[in-house]
């Protein structure tokens, strides 16, 4: 499995960002699978979720103080990445 993300240090919080569809933040399943796959590259760090709505807002979901951070912020700034899960 492949996804685009990044993993960010900020105020001394680090987390990581996932970039994925407006369908899987709709499903809990989806996104713990992805939190399962990958909990070897990000540990225990927050994962935040983020897609695009239909006119290309970023729309974040995950721990509220990461949430309120990354929606004050530009996107085109995270350093994105792919990863593939081990």
Not at 7 to 35: G, H, P, R
Not at 62 to 72: A, E, H, T, W, Y
């Amino acid at each position: 499995m492949k996804i685009k993300g990044a993993i960010i240090k900020e105020q001394n919080v680090k987390f990581a960002v996932v970039e994925t569809t407006t369908d899987k933040l709709k499903s809990k399943s989806d996104m713990n699978n992805i939190k399962q796959n990958f909990a070897p590259l990000f540990g225990s760090i927050p994962i935040i979720f983020m897609a695009k709505n239909a006119k290309g807002v970023p729309v974040f979901l995950g721990r509220k103080d990461i949430v309120d951070f990354l929606s004050n912020n530009d996107v085109n700034k995270i350093p994105w990445r792919e990863f593939i899960s081990p």
